[in-house]
């Protein structure tokens, strides 16, 4: 069975750093693309990008790109989204999703949600 | 602004048919793949439907999409009072080179 299953919920001042994680198990983690969403209540879902686990090939949506930065960890299956300064407007739950399969210029459907991470950054 | 639009809500009584539809362009719907997901109150949202038609196991197949030009449609028919949840369909965006969603829509079940 596939899983995406993320770390707790944080609780963060603005200005203060982040990394949160989403652990895999029961499919071939280099395989496949893995990428974070944003659930917001203004906003809606927002795709944030996607890395390729087997060479760390990262590609981020124009909105975030500089804001944060995705990364993995072979050796424990799992990725990471990391902030290093934190805005109260990165309040939001994150989560981790796989991509069926990408190209060099598309993606295919996301197949696989975790359970979300809520992030909540206030003074 | 989502670059995918949903009717924000849709209604229908139980056994009834419902259809929610996500309008989109040529750079998305029309020539890449849909899928849609739903989202129960506080969980994850799901895949309930890939590439425009498919189902993957576990999806009844009360549960069909379609697409027609720049428009995808969900339909779910033989409505359950369980089937009351967010609705959101998705797909790659060529100009942007993003995924992108639509707002959703949250069908009751009257």
């Known amino acids: 069975e596939v899983q995406l299953v993320q770390s707790r919920a944080e609780v963060k001042k603005p200005g203060e750093s982040l990394k949160i994680a989403c652990q895999t198990s029961g499919y071939s983690f280099t395989s496949f693309w893995i990428g974070w969403v944003r659930q917001s209540p203004g906003k809606g879902l927002e795709w944030m990008g996607i890395i390729y686990p087997a060479d760390s090939d990262t590609r981020y949506s124009p909105s975030f790109q500089g804001q944060v930065t995705i990364s993995v960890d072979k050796s424990i299956k799992t990725a990471y989204l990391q902030w290093r300064s934190l805005k109260a407007s990165d309040t939001a739950i994150y989560y981790c999703?796989?991509?069926?399969?990408?190209?060099?210029?598309?993606?295919?459907?996301?197949?696989?949600w975790g359970q979300g991470t809520l992030v909540t950054v206030s003074s | 602004q989502s670059v995918l639009t949903q009717p924000p809500s849709v209604s229908a009584a139980p056994g009834q048919m419902v259809t929610i539809p996500c309008s989109g362009s040529s750079s998305n719907i029309a020539n890449n793949y849909v899928s849609w997901y739903i989202q129960l109150p506080g969980t994850a949202p799901k895949l309930l439907i890939f590439?425009?038609?498919k189902r993957p196991s576990g999806t009844p197949d009360r549960f069909s999409g379609s697409r027609s030009g720049t428009s995808a449609t969900l339909d779910i028919t033989g409505l359950q009072t369980g089937d009351e949840a967010e609705y959101f369909c998705g797909s790659w965006d060529t100009s942007l080179n993003t995924w992108v969603f639509g707002g959703g829509t949250k069908l009751t079940v009257l």
């Open positions: 999703v796989r991509h069926g399969y990408c190209s060099t210029s598309f993606c295919y459907d996301i197949d696989e």
């Open positions: 590439e425009v038609n």
